[in-house]
Nanobody, 116 residues
Framework: EVRLVESGGGLVQAGGSLRLSCALS????????VAWFRRAPEKEREGVGC????????YLTDSVKGRFAISRDNAKNTVNLQMNSLKPEDTAVYYC?????????WGQGTQVTVSS
């Protein structure tokens, strides 16, 4: 069974930091591209960034560049999203998604709330 489990969400004040983790089981992380998405209340789901399985290259959407970073630990089968200088507008449920070979898997999400 393939599972993605996000963790690390919580409540933080503006300017603070959180580190989200996406733990994969049932698949080998090194074979999969992993992306982070978020969905804020009453808004559509938004792509935050992704990391390539082949090159390790990362991409981040403009609104989080310079504040967020994505990394992967293939030995632990985990992808991390380091979030610094958080803003109230970063408040959302954050999801990770693993995709490759036509297969797509989603985690259940973790809530991030940034207070002003």
């Amino acid at each position: 069974e393939v599972r993605l489990v996000e963790s690390g969400g919580g409540l933080v004040q503006a300017g603070g930091s959180l580190r989200l983790s996406c733990a994969l089981s049932g698949v080998t992380l090194a074979d999969y591209d992993v992306a982070w998405f978020r969905r804020a209340p009453e808004k559509e789901r938004e792509g935050v960034g992704c990391i390539s399985s082949r090159t390790g290259d990362t991409y981040l959407t403009d609104s989080v560049k310079g504040r967020f970073a994505i990394s992967r630990d293939n030995a632990k089968n985990t992808v991390n999203l380091q979030m610094n200088s958080l803003k109230p507008e970063d408040t959302a449920v954050y999801y990770c998604r693993a995709s490759q070979f036509g297969n797509v898997y989603w985690g259940q999400g973790t809530q991030v709330t940034v207070s002003s």
